[in-house]
């Protein structure tokens, strides 16, 4: 979900886009696939489970923010339509740099047994105490450990600020295909999350901004540190960034939007035009697709170079150009309210952001062909064909993003957008797949346009 593909910086018009004819030209090749998932149970559940998911985080920060100890605790119920005799915890951090050296560190388990790293030490097992019955609810607790490793990344530390996208634990979703144990794909996202309650205790120097998904509920001064208490509600993460930073504050839709930013790296006036696009991002989508679903969010800045941003519920990392911004921005719907599963179908979240991303400027409306990497490039790709064709990866933005402009031309502008937040409205805090959207376009098809052959149209576009 980063505002581009991962490996390759770009902030271009759609023109250059299609130009561009295979899309972003990746400078690094994804990581090699991790061994397959471990066998497990397999599950006859009609939804999936574990969720209703509580997260409680207590952590302490070093002097700079890139070392931090303390517990968190996970309470959960069963949603499922059978027993749950263990669950998969899902350390996404440890997938950057692999197990060696080991970013996020857990011990002390209470509430089960736990089993060993998998998947390149992101996923790892708890076999509860007591089976878990359908509709009852249990916890666990561990120690938790996170080390964040030098480097220009969504979870990294350079020039001054650590970010922590990624860095706790989070549950892995069990649905009628099992357990989803896909591994971490650098090129893009393999996340999949319920989403859940968060209230997160961050012990850190009295200098150290803390910009966080959720709002600021508590702090207390215990000389050189503060105590701060983080609290959010229905989000799929959590995540924060640690620094000397300062803040410019605007408004959009009622939500208070907080851009940080270190004062070497750029001026307070910078800031501020930051902060305008940021806002007048938020009100074209809370404008198109509902309103934003909280009460703030953070815009970190940042100077990545081998992408343009990530995005996080309530927060996102990017660098200040517009568009980047907007892409990013968008994610808070496409990923925060409509939520997919990353891996098996990366266009969900990345084709609709890509889209948004030019609402408020100069909207999107036409695209009359797309020109493809190759013979196999298909918009509704895995992640697993993306890994391993990195350079076909930019086919989920620019493909995507062009079908997505060619059904705004189709339907009109304003239709299409009121169809969009129909569809965020029907999947609202849940998980959207390619067949709902489909089923969405065919109806509305029937309603609008006459003659739309619908098995033509996925066809020319590579989707399904």
């Known amino acids: ?84 005799r263990r669950v998969w915890f899902r350390s996404w951090a440890n997938g950057v740099d692999g197990c060696d050296p080991l970013a996020i560190s857990v011990s002390g388990l209470e509430g089960g047994q736990m089993g060993g790293l998998r998947i390149g030490c992101t996923a790892w097992a708890v076999t509860l105490t007591e089976p878990l019955a359908p509709g009852e609810r249990t916890r666990v607790r561990f120690d938790l450990e996170i080390r964040v490793p030098t480097r220009n990344d969504r979870f990294g530390v350079w020039d001054g600020t650590a970010l922590l996208g990624n860095a706790l634990p989070i549950l892995a979703v069990n649905d009628d295909d099992g357990w989803h144990l896909d591994p971490y794909v650098d090129v893009g996202e393999s996340f999949y999350s319920e989403v859940g309650r968060y209230r997160a ?88 697709f509902g309103p934003y679903p909280s009460a703030e969010v953070d815009v970190v800045t940042a100077a ?96 995507g993003g062009c079908m997505l402009g060619d059904l705004a031309d189709r339907f009109g502008l304003a239709r299409f957008t009121e169809l969009l937040a129909g569809y965020v409205e029907r999947h609202r805090l849940g998980i959207a797949t390619t067949a709902a959207f489909q089923r969405m376009v065919e109806r509305a098809a029937e309603r609008h346009l006459d003659g739309f052959d619908a098995d033509a149209y996925w066809t020319t576009w590579r989707v399904g």
């Open 1 to 84: 979900m980063a505002a581009f593909p991962r490996p390759t910086a770009l902030a271009v018009s759609f023109a250059l886009l299609l130009a561009a004819c295979s899309g972003p030209d990746p400078s690094s090749v994804a990581r090699a696939p991790s061994p397959s998932p471990p066998a497990d149970d397999p599950s006859p559940a009609a939804r999936r489970t574990p969720a209703e998911a509580t997260y409680r985080i207590e952590l302490r920060g070093n002097s700079d923010g890139t070392r931090w100890q303390g517990s968190q605790e996970v309470a959960f119920t069963n949603t499922g339509g059978i027993e749950l």
């Open 304 to 399: 990545f170079t081998t992408f343009g941003g990530m995005e996080y519920p309530e927060i996102v990392f990017a660098n200040p150009e517009r568009r980047v911004l907007s892409h990013e921005l968008a994610h808070q719907w496409w990923y925060g309210l409509v939520g997919n599963d990353e891996f098996t179908e990366p266009w969900l979240d990345e084709s609709f952001a890509t889209w948004s991303e030019f609402l408020p400027w100069s909207p999107l409306t036409g695209c009359d062909s797309y020109r493809w990497p190759s013979k196999t490039a298909r918009i509704t790709n895995d992640m697993a064909y993306w890994r391993d064709h990195p350079r076909e990866y930019g086919t989920v933005y620019g493909g």
């Open 201 to 288: 205790i961050l012990d850190v120097r009295r200098a150290l901004s803390t910009p966080a998904t959720g709002r600021l509920v508590d702090l207390v001064t215990r000389g050189t540190r503060e105590i701060r208490t983080y609290v959010a509600a229905d989000v799929r993460d959590f995540a924060w960034a640690t620094g000397r930073l300062d803040v410019v504050e605007t408004r959009a839709d009622g939500a208070t939007v907080n851009v940080w930013y270190r004062p070497s790296f750029m001026t307070e006036s910078r800031a501020r035009l930051t902060a305008r696009d940021a806002a007048a991002s938020v009100e074209a989508f809370a404008a198109a």
